[in-house]
T-cell receptor, first 116, second 116 residues
């Protein structure tokens, strides 16, 4: 069975500090997809990134960057120079390659609080 | 274009009553998903619809829960004889294709259900 673990339940930083969110996953499939979503206080999940298991190249998008390491089954997310608007709960999720669909398995989420 | 919409945004009901939650997916998306998010927790998969195929109901917690979808349009999630443990945010998501695990799911704002 697939599983996603986000060991950090809450992280508090001061504005402009960097913050790294850990995500460790378990799957028996060789082909799978990893996602990060942001859930601001409004509650709506916002898609941030999708990576497939064959693409281990790290990705940077503005102040966001992702480090995918298949050898350690981790897909970590870093926010550089954090801002108050980054305060939210961040979820890591996994889906496996199945013909019948792609339900997401979510981690428990990490709440990030950025203080001014 | 319009995103996923859900109604009502909030629902307060008494224990034992039935409730109906509605989801309007993104136009053209063939796949639709329901998830449940208990307070302070990650999302749990409930049910998945893909076109005219039989739905994947593997996440429904009990036979009090059911969902319908007509074609590729609106879906309703029904909870009969609600219990206090059903209190949660119910999130709907849609994706363009739904097969193969690679599809990105886009989420609605959710319906917050409170069972008194």
């Amino acid at each position: 069975a697939q599983k996603v673990t986000q060991a950090q339940t809450e992280i508090s930083v001061v504005e402009k500090e960097d913050v790294t969110l850990d995500c460790v996953y378990e799957t028996r499939d060789t082909t799978y997809y990893l996602f990060w979503y942001k859930q601001p206080p409004s509650g709506e999940l916002v898609f941030l990134i999708r990576r497939n298991s064959f693409d281990e190249q790290n990705e940077i998008s503005g102040r966001y960057s992702w480090n995918f390491q298949k050898s350690t089954s981790s897909f970590n997310f870093t926010i550089t120079a954090s801002q108050v608007v980054d305060s939210a709960v961040y979820f890591c999720a996994l889906s496996e390659l199945k013909a019948a669909g792609n339900k997401l398995t979510f981690g428990g989420g990490t709440r990030v609080l950025v203080k001014p | 274009g319009a995103g996923v919409s859900q109604s009502p945004s909030n629902k307060v009901t008494e224990k034992g009553k039935d409730v109906e939650l509605r989801c309007d997916p993104i136009s053209g998306h063939t796949a639709l998903y329901w998830y449940r998010q208990r307070l302070g927790q990650g999302l749990e998969f409930l049910i998945y619809f893909q076109g005219n195929s039989a739905p994947d109901k593997s996440g429904l917690p009990s036979d009090r829960f059911s969902a319908e979808r007509t074609g590729e349009s609106v879906s309703t999630l029904t909870i009969q004889r609600t219990q206090q443990e059903d209190s949660a945010v119910y999130l709907c998501a849609s994706s363009a294709i739904g097969a193969g695990g690679r599809d990105t799911q886009y989420f609605g704002p959710g319906t917050r259900l409170t069972v008194l």
